[in-house]
């Protein structure tokens, strides 16, 4: 199965900050969907596509790349994007996530 | 509004088997597979299987033969699943999430269903 290795596993960022997480696959996949966890609830949908935004995503969020490495980026971090991400595969069979993310706030 | 609406919590003795449902509505629940996700305490989340309600067609992680079943009732709007022969490796939450899209991928998910399994 395709394991998906995500970078840093935890990481803090001030208001304002711009920030990158990265998540690296040991083979090729075809794209990369993402989801947002917060603490005591079920995740969301969050990227899919690699680089498309689920409804009501803010506009500061992006996602890219391609290949074995992709990438979530925030332009400017608030207070509310403190979270645990994960990535997810599906190029092929089982679809597996990464270990995620966890960001928090300065 | 996609809602789905996930049984609760459950405690459980090891080698007992428990049986989780997962109630969908403000959509056709013949038209969506539907999915099932672990994930244990402070830990990432792992793929176990999805069920197809249109045909009750199945797939499951190989990790999760023999552990994990998945039915449907129609009538309902129900997805379940059921877990045998569990140990303290079974204890976590487990999820209920709605595929959607091409490539597909989770586009609802489930409150969860916190599993303890405990003497």
């Known amino acids: 199965q395709i394991v998906l290795t995500q970078s840093p596993a935890i990481m803090s960022a001030s208001p304002g900050e711009k920030v990158t997480m990265t998540c690296s696959a040991s083979s090729s996949v075809s794209y990369m969907h993402w989801y947002q966890q917060k603490s005591g609830t079920s995740p969301k949908r969050w990227i899919y596509?690699?680089?498309k935004l689920a409804s009501g995503v803010p506009a500061r969020f992006s996602g890219s790349g391609s290949g074995t490495s992709y990438s979530l980026t925030i332009s400017s971090m608030e207070a509310e994007d403190a979270a645990t991400y994960y990535c997810?595969?599906?190029?092929?069979?089982?679809?597996?996530f990464g270990g995620g993310t966890k960001l928090e706030i300065k | 509004e996609v809602q789905l609406q996930q049984s609760g919590p459950e405690l459980v003795k090891p080698g007992a088997s428990v049986k989780m449902s997962c109630k969908a509505s403000g959509y056709t629940f013949t038209s969506y597979v539907m999915h099932w996700v672990k994930q244990k305490p402070g830990q990432g989340l792992e793929w176990i299987g999805y069920?197809?309600?249109?045909?009750?067609?199945?797939k499951y992680n190989e990790k999760f033969k023999g552990k994990a079943t998945l039915t449907s009732d129609k009538s309902s709007s129900t997805a379940y699943m059921e877990l045998s022969s569990l140990t303290s490796e079974d204890s976590a939450v487990y999820y209920c999430?709605?595929?959607?899209?091409?490539?597909?991928?989770?586009?609802?998910w489930g409150q969860g269903t916190l599993v303890t399994v405990s003497a």
């Open positions: 596509d690699t680089s």
């Open positions: 069920i197809n309600p249109y045909n009750d067609g199945t």
């Open positions: 997810q595969q599906w190029s092929s069979n089982p679809p597996t």
């Open positions: 999430a709605r595929e959607e899209g091409n490539p597909a991928w989770f586009a609802y």
